[in-house]
């Protein structure tokens, strides 16, 4: 295979140049491989309150902008999470050391403070399994460098948006005491009728010396109210791309969003041990469009989602650092907990629409997540094995307390179990060039959202089985030069049961088991520096995914997933003060459907930068941007399976962007 000839062929021609100490890649240590990456956010004059920027650059990472705010950002790697119609799934999310996945497995990142200079580190790939995830684990450090700084931004945008946001940290050295806190406040008129958005949030850090060791507070708060636009179906997208569908305005779809939660963690002094615990609670009340007469149904649940969720977790790590130690191993034991009431009521009451009416759900749910994991590695710098096992067991319940003629009792439990094992080897056979082999098996849980419903509109789905896959993979890392650096990765991921959209309509999703599933590609990232202190960063992507047809009639393309995709980004300085950048991002055509051919037009959009001090030391930062410079139209984002195919949410036009920068050390 030609791809197979490449990586061989990097390892023949290496020179005999030593890698550097960092790649513009994100290398961090002497065991990372070609499926780890690490990313900052701090972009200039960035209105971005989601990680859409720093994430759509990362190899195998794809990353929607909604501009929709009333939902998270569709997150896709290697094709885990490209079925998700809210949330993010298949990635484990872990937010300055919190959870942001939850215990059945459905994430979201709208609670980070993302004002703050947070670091991104993304691990996908087979070993990502041994940390709970199917496809990727990301972590967030949302102030990353703790020492005496305040900063405060003010960015204005197109969209009748502005965003401002402060941060503080302070130090005490001689005690070790180190306390950080990040506040951001954010308005979105919406570029489209309906989707105007504001929220408010924090995030706070104190960590010092104590009980033997070293521990850490965390606390993170978000408060948001969002429009929700809807989506459009390929008429309304092709002839208005700025259009709502009137449905929008007349059942007012929109979110409200409660979030707060604290964590605390302790590790001895020679970090051989940490123990660490969260507890926290999320409360959403969402308006869907669902007409009036659908909800006549006894089954129906109404068109008002009101959720209470409470959510917290225990876990102890041991044993050894694979980045200090050639050998060791490490253990890892945790348990995760999310109690949830959930409740539905018709969104009418009479003639009056938008409004909570009648009960029509009413139910308790709860998901427990149980690990077990042990792992070592052996071999020299050279050459190592490094093998683990993790035990997994995700117990759900349902009790429905709403039980009235003709809507029977739809209560219902599942739980799901295995051992998944994962092993890889790593070779370097010279200073230049790092190889990789990896495979694991794993299983991906049905979230209870996925399983809040059967087809035919009854309740809890216990018919949905978990999907079960092995990971297989293939990495290289190549230092080309002083300057440049090359990353690879080649891998074949095999799935059955694999969960596909059955129906979508209405903010409900009804999912389905396709039978298997196969997807296989290839990750590029490449980069270095271009002269006169310029640098430039690619990253490019090729996926083949494809699941079991409904009617079981061959196979089709994974809904949501597009072929290829990839990210071009340049900056340096420009004169003797300013600096400027570029981003030129382009992907193919993306399926909507497993049903249909139908697919968002693919696209190519490029951003300009440039920022300027307005004087010397501690002296703001004048930041422009220009988003979508050609305004070219297009899908930000797809609901993948929307049974009335307004399955387009469309990204804006041109936007520009000015941001005003303080910030004293």
Partial sequence: MSWLALLAAAALSASTQQLPPVLGEGEVGPNTTASH?????????????????????????????????????????????????????????????????????????????????????????????????????????TLPELAPTAQAEMVIGGGN????????????????????????????????????????????????????????????????????????????????????????????????????????????????????????HRAIEQFLAIPTFVQAAPTQSGAVINLRRRFGGLSLNGGDDPEQQAQGWRYRLSVEQQREQRRGFENFRGDTLGVRGALRRDEQNRATSSNAVIEGWWGTQRQQLHAGLRLTQVRMSSDDAYIVAGNPDDSGSATDSALLPAVEYRWQPTETVRFNAAFSLGLEVPTLAERAYSVGGSGFNAELDASEFGHAELGMRWSLSSAWQLAASLYQIDSKDELAVAESSGGRTVFRNAAEGRRHGLELALSGELGGDWSARLSANWIDARIDAADGDGQVNLPGQPARWGQLSMEGPLGSRSRAGIDWQLSSATPVNANTNERAPGYGRLDLWWSRPLGGKNAPVLSLRVDNLFDRRYAGSVIVGERNGRYYEPAPGRELGLGLRWEWR
């Fill in 161 to 280: 948006r502005q965003r401002l946001s402060a941060e503080f940290a302070s130090v005490d050295g001689a005690a070790e005491r180190y306390s950080g806190i990040a506040a951001l406040g954010y308005h979105n008129g919406g570029f489209r009728p309906h989707s105007s958005a504001h929220r408010a949030q924090v995030g706070a850090r104190w960590q010092q010396l104590g009980l033997g060791g070293r521990w850490q507070l965390v606390a993170h708060g978000l408060r948001s109210r969002a429009d929700d636009p809807l989506g459009l179906n390929r008429e309304d997208f092709l002839r208005d791309p700025d259009s709502t569908v009137s449905n929008a305005a007349r059942f007012d779809t929109r979110k409200q969003l409660d979030h707060g939660e604290l964590g605390w963690s302790w590790s001895s002094l020679d970090d051989e041990i940490q123990v660490s615990a969260y507890a926290g």
């Fill in 37 to 141: 990456s690490e990313v900052d956010t701090r972009r200039p004059a960035d209105l971005g309150i989601d990680p859409v920027r720093a994430l759509s650059g990362v190899p195998g990472v794809l990353i929607s902008d909604r501009r929709n705010e009333a939902q998270d950002p569709r997150l896709v790697v290697r094709g885990f999470g490209a079925r998700a119609a809210f949330g993010i799934r298949g990635v484990r999310l872990v937010v300055d050391g919190i959870p942001a996945s939850m215990p059945d497995g459905q994430g979201q990142l709208s609670h980070v403070p993302w004002s703050a200079d947070a670091v991104v580190t993304v691990e996908r790939g087979p070993l990502a399994i041994l940390s709970g995830a199917a496809g990727a684990v990301i972590r967030v450090q």
